[in-house]
């Protein structure tokens, strides 16, 4: 397994990476407008970040990778706050199910909800701008 199929976050961000529009905010503005996207069963899995440290740590972790699938993660600081921006680098020019593996993001679904389908419970998530 990649660093991408163990992370719930990761497997996030390349389901939406086609309709990513550049986005700058907070650790806690992502944290809150992810969290609310992949749903309560997801959010409150122990494998989702739980705090905006956790998410910007399991970013940095992960950047590398998703760089690859044509997401670029930039961690940023100014006087008054830290701040990530989210933005497409090389979009891929086919469907996200032909070149990344979406199968690892159903197992961390299954995983993460105990076995449950919750394709019911998945609702997309807006452009980010």
Not at 68 to 81: A, P, Q, T
């Amino acid at each position: 397994m990649t660093l991408l199929e163990d992370s719930l976050l990761g497997n996030t961000l390349l389901e939406y990476a086609f309709h990513l529009n550049d986005w700058t905010g907070t650790a806690s503005q992502l944290l809150a407008l992810l969290s609310m996207d992949v749903g309560k069963k997801i959010a409150s899995s122990p494998r989702w970040p739980k705090t905006p440290v956790s998410l910007a740590r399991e970013l940095r972790r992960i950047a590398p990778q998703l760089r690859i699938h044509g997401i670029s993660v930039v961690f940023d600081r100014n006087s008054e706050r830290r701040l990530i921006t989210l933005s497409k680098t090389n979009r891929p020019k086919t469907e996200p199910s032909s070149h990344v593996n979406m199968s690892g993001l159903e197992s961390c679904v299954a995983v993460a909800v105990d076995g449950e389908n919750r394709d019911s419970d998945v609702t997309r998530m807006p452009a980010m701008s």
